[in-house]
């Protein structure tokens, strides 16, 4: 890794940090208003306001892979190829099972969650593949 690829990357993991943080204390945050029964507009804002630092997050990491080499910058494409294939598969087949049977609700909420953790599975499976076989 070069001077200005870890320079990059400490950048990146900057943002990155940070937004999480954010994130979370606005999760946190929108948690304990929901013990007041907010209504309306309110309720709907604070309910989404964890959201906002989540495309800081997904800017912090669209910089982050143009910054990368090629070799990283495809199996990052291919490992998040796979996992919103795998991820939508799986909620289409969910889909279609509804129609027919009665089925847990499961949120939407956590596609975002599925399609990252996913994605780093892939990511590493992919490197061990091009080291491996």
């Known amino acids: ?10 950048i990146f993991l900057k943002e990155f940090r940070i937004a ?3 994130f979370l204390l606005l999760l946190a945050v929108t948690t304990v208003a929901q013990l007041y029964h907010l209504q309306g507009i309110s309720n709907i804002v ?6 906002a630092p989540l495309f800081f997050a997904l800017w912090a990491m669209i910089k982050h892979h143009r910054s990368m080499d090629e070799y990283i910058q495809r199996v990052t494409s291919e490992a998040f190829l796979w ?9 289409v087949g969910y889909g279609l099972l509804e129609f027919v049977m ?8 956590y596609v975002l969650p599925a399609v990252v953790g996913i994605a780093g599975m892939a990511k590493s499976i992919l490197i061990w593949v091009d080291n491996h076989g």
């Open 20 to 22: 999480i943080a954010v």
């Open 102 to 109: 009665e089925m847990p609700t499961v949120s939407i909420a």
């Open 46 to 51: 604070i309910t989404i306001l964890p959201v």
């Open 1 to 10: 890794m070069t001077n200005i690829e870890k320079k990059n990357e400490k």
């Open 83 to 91: 996992s919103t294939g795998i991820v939508s598969l799986l909620c």
